[in-house]
């Protein structure tokens, strides 16, 4: 690898020193040498140490080397800046293998890290990776930033008390302050039209001087690499350096917008950070969720596609790009190596009914030979992640079933769309803990624990009357009976329940769904056992 002068002068920077260079400088070297007597094998790619006596014997003879001298005679007429040109020589009272050794190192230092950088690439290792590896070189701090100003990396071994920085990396995203600043600054008009580096010496944005490198693909802000000035300070040599870590981030960077151009990013980083556990605050989900057009009241699916039996048939550019010209509440996302789509409505029961989106989807998926995964509909993103395993779950069994092919809400026609709903008795079959948790969560397990938090509340008896009405089959003078009622007020409560639930008792599927739930609760004791004893010994009666 080549070292830049500019580098080189930074680890001079604290000796005195005369410079007969025109700066800045674009000049490199690949290898450092002491100056020989025996001059025949010099080269012009080589920066040669000595002593300036020595240097201006072969200058003549050598034209347009360059050199690093010690200075070991007085300043005289011949001293001119031309004849001095490509010189620096140094005014200090030191051995030449003490400044070659200087030198050295910082070949051997960069020339290291460059390599190990090279190898870190070749071997697919993080971002981060090649981020903390630049810490000891670059010796500045240094954030890496996503589409929707989330942090993917940064230098973890290095502090600063830049209060923008360290909002991002404690909070792992800018918040909506940091990007009022930004857009009250015009910073994203510089950032879109800006090809190169910006650097920001106003400080008007950092505490410190700043040097920042934006990603741009197709008029998408992509990536965003930024370098505070706080421990060195800011220099043609260091911005060789920041050049030679952006040029092994590109290809992170670049491989990324492969996997993912087709797909929306903004999303992408927010659903991430969801499903990773990295988000638990729900007023920092609103403020990311308000930021990228998601409001507040928004209902959510999650819907998880794979190939027929886990194949390969699923084209995740092209489908999300057509899915999304189909349907403008879904938003494509690229998670795990998967196609996932979001979408997001305040009423989505309505929308898909009036979007025929049921036929629609299914025709399509039919058509790739997919299958999807679809989750309950959930109206908080804390949720989210029990969404995801309720997807997945449901495209698991679908695909394992052979081209099994079931119903998605009452459409007549057969679907490749599984929907969590009826694969809830297989998530009741499993006992592990994530699994529970998917019961848990889900709307039965949520309905059925709130109706009976209400009962303990107010001193009702609801969990119970539906626990009974569906253990006897729906026969409400049975029911009556088993809870010394007045039929008719067991019609009252039961109709009452179903509005307060937003549920349907003539749908079998429901029925199942939650008589199995019941049966969970007690399994687990989410509940005391008042509820359970005479309306089991009725259940057992009839």
Not at 367 to 387: H, M, P, R, T, W
Request: proline share 1%; aromatic share 12%.
């Amino acid at each position: 690898m080549d070292i830049s002068l500019n580098i080189i002068l930074d680890t001079l920077s604290h000796y005195r020193y005369e410079s007969y260079v025109e700066l800045p400088s674009d000049i490199t070297f690949n290898r450092i040498s002491i100056l020989l007597r025996d001059i025949k094998n010099t080269q012009h790619n080589c920066l040669y140490v000595c002593l300036l006596s020595d240097a201006l014997q072969v200058i003549d003879e050598k034209p347009g080397l360059f050199y690093v001298c010690l200075r070991d005679r007085i300043h005289d007429e011949r001293e001119t800046k031309e004849y001095l040109n490509n010189m620096i020589i140094i005014n200090e009272n030191l051995e030449l293998d003490r400044l070659f050794s200087e030198i050295q190192f910082t070949f051997v230092l960069v020339n290291d890290w460059y390599q190990n950088m090279q190898d870190a690439v070749i071997r697919q290792r993080s971002m981060q990776d090649i981020i903390t590896m630049s810490e000891s070189v670059i010796g500045n701090f240094i954030t890496v930033t996503d589409t929707a100003f989330s942090l993917l990396a940064f230098t973890k071994g290095l502090q600063t008390d830049d209060p923008l920085q360290n909002a991002l990396v404690q909070n792992g995203y800018h918040t909506e302050d940091a990007i009022k600043t930004f857009k009250k600054l015009k910073r994203f008009d510089v950032w879109m039209n800006t090809g190169g580096l910006v650097i920001n010496t106003d400080c008007n944005i950092y505490k410190y001087d700043a040097v920042s490198k934006i990603f741009v693909f197709n008029q998408t802000y992509f990536t965003h690499v930024v370098m505070l000035c706080d421990h060195r300070k800011l220099t043609a040599g260091l911005i060789d350096l920041y050049n030679h870590l952006i040029n092994m981030l590109s290809f992170y960077i670049t491989r990324n917008w492969e996997k993912v151009k087709n797909f929306d990013l903004m999303y992408s980083s927010l659903v991430m950070d969801l499903i990773g556990g990295k988000l638990s605050d729900q007023n920092a989900v609103v403020t990311r969720a308000k930021f990228i057009g998601i409001h507040q009241h928004d209902q959510f699916i999650v819907m998880l596609l794979s190939g027929d039996n886990g194949s390969d048939s699923v084209i995740p550019g092209l489908m999300a790009t057509e899915i999304t010209k189909m349907f403008s509440h879904i938003r494509p996302i690229y998670f795990n190596g998967q196609l996932m789509l979001l979408l997001h409505h305040p009423d989505i029961t309505a929308f898909i009914a009036e979007q025929d989106m049921n036929n629609s989807l299914n025709s399509y998926f039919q058509k790739y030979g997919v299958f999807c995964g679809v989750s309950e509909i959930f109206d908080n993103l804390l949720d989210l992640s029990q969404a995801y395993r309720q997807a997945e779950l449901a495209l698991n069994k679908s695909t394992a079933c052979q081209k099994r092919f079931i119903k998605w809400a009452n459409s007549p026609e057969w679907s490749n769309i599984a929907l969590f709903d009826t694969y809830y008795t297989s998530c009741m079959l499993d006992q592990s803990e994530d699994t529970q948790k998917l019961w848990i969560t889900s709307k039965y397990g949520k309905m059925l624990l709130e109706l009976y938090r209400l009962d303990m509340e107010k001193n009702m008896n609801d969990f119970e009357i539906l626990y009974v009405y569906l253990m006897n089959e729906r026969r409400t003078t049975k029911t009556a009976n088993c809870l010394h009622m007045h039929r008719n007020n067991v019609v009252y409560r039961i109709n009452r329940i179903e509005n307060m639930l937003n549920i349907n008792l003539d749908n079998k599927q429901t029925r199942m769904n939650l008589v199995l739930t019941f049966q969970m609760i007690e399994y687990f004791g989410f509940t005391d056992n008042r509820w359970r004893t005479e309306s089991r010994q009725a259940a057992d009666i009839n």
